[in-house]
């Protein structure tokens, strides 16, 4: 014959005979499941929601600890964006103010070819329209690509500025994620 132990449920108090045998068992009044505990010659119910508990604090942990490896390598590939959207928008301003001085000499070499055709017509009185057309022309294609690569050195700053921005936001929120889970893994 079986030999059976009296205990009474931890949740609701109910009288719960358990065979020695038994490791598990549910309440037959509530429902609730528990572990039973022998330590010598004493017996215990223990909720079976207590181990889990501690099941899950170790899986989140777990979770929480491969979060911060891979937040930290998002860390490192957003540092590395913003290092490579600064050098191309250094790059891309260096070479518009590079083409701003070619179009500003050009449009000193349009001044220089209507002062020659001014003073040609002064001094030596010769044709002077040729020397004139040219420099109008000159003056106009330096004026113009001035403003044009200004304007492109200006919409590059723009367009990091607004890179540098969008990924200062995401490393913020990559370092509020890796702090939430160091907080865990504590």
Do not use: W
Request: charged share 25%.
């Amino acid at each position: 014959m079986l030999e059976m132990i009296k205990l009474a449920c931890a949740s609701c108090g109910a009288s719960l005979e358990v065979a020695k045998d038994v490791d598990h068992l549910a309440c037959g009044h509530c429902g609730a499941q528990f572990v039973v505990r022998r330590s010598g010659a004493a017996i215990s119910l223990a909720p079976i929601v207590e181990g889990l508990k501690r099941v899950e604090v170790g899986i989140d942990r777990t979770a929480s600890e491969l979060a911060i490896a891979r937040l930290n390598r998002e860390l490192v590939d957003y540092e590395r964006e913003g290092v490579a959207a600064e050098t191309a928008a250094r790059l891309s301003a260096a070479k518009a103010r590079n083409a701003s001085r070619v179009a500003g000499a050009i449009a000193i070499v349009g001044m220089l070819f209507m002062l020659a055709g001014v003073v040609g017509r002064v001094v030596a009185n010769s044709d002077y329209t040729t020397k004139l057309v040219i420099g109008l022309v000159g003056i106009v294609g330096g004026v113009v690509g001035i403003r044009q690569f200004n304007r492109d050195e200006t919409a590059a700053r723009q367009s990091y500025e607004t890179k540098r921005l969008a990924l200062y936001d995401k490393i913020s929120h990559v370092k509020q994620e890796i702090a939430k889970h160091h907080e865990i893994v504590r």
